[in-house]
């Protein structure tokens, strides 16, 4: 058994009934293949909730400040995550994301970039277009909607793969996929909140 397989079944007991976690959409994953897995970000919470949830292993980029702290570092490490300097464009952290797509593995990334402190969707960061235009992973929007409250329902919703190719073909900027792949979240919460 991985680490992360052990970290997976831990948190899933302690998190799935505390939050009463409703999962739907999972008929929509591809079970192999390259995934972009974009998700909102509302609470901290969010990459483990999305982590016991999406139904393939996935590996998070995670702001490289958390590597650094004793015990989670080691943690974050083990879970698949890999760090990434925010505010910057991080090099590293992009060819680090662009190798797991094309080694067939789950990305999850949060576009949004931080939390949000209202709720409400933000505008997505670039990031995001940049991994789904250099990839020929799969993109796959997720909603989590809240709020995180102990005993009320959590939901998490994963919508169909995004179809890219068009997007692709016509060489859009990376800030016009992300928002492609940014309305698709917001048409997620809206139909399921």
């Known amino acids: 058994m991985t ?41 901290n919470l969010d990459p483990p909730v999305v982590g016991i949830t999406a139904p393939r292993p996935v590996s998070f980029m995670a702001k490289a400040e958390l590597f650094n702290v004793p015990i989670l570092g080691n943690i974050v490490k083990n879970v698949r995550a890999f760090p990434v300097k925010r505010g910057l464009s991080d090099r590293e952290a992009l060819r680090n994301g662009l190798k797991l797509l094309k080694e067939g593995n789950v990305l999850g ?68 996929a992300t928002a492609v792949i940014m309305s698709h979240i917001q048409s997620l919460i809206d139909k399921h909140k």
Do not use: Q, W
């Open 109 to 176: 990334l949060f576009p949004e970039g931080t939390r949000s402190k209202t709720g409400e969707l933000n505008k997505g960061l670039s990031g995001a277009g940049f991994f789904a235009l250099r990839s020929n992973a799969y993109v796959v929007p997720c909603a989590i909607i809240g709020p995180y409250k102990p005993f009320k329902k959590l939901k998490v919703v994963y919508g169909k793969p995004i179809p890219m190719d068009e997007l692709r073909l016509n060489k859009v900027s990376a800030e016009e």
């Open 3 to 43: 680490f992360y397989t052990f970290a997976r079944g831990v948190v899933n007991i302690v998190l799935s009934p505390l939050y009463r976690i409703d999962v739907s959409g999972l008929e929509h994953f591809p079970k192999d293949g390259g995934v972009l897995l974009c998700t909102n970000h509302i609470d």
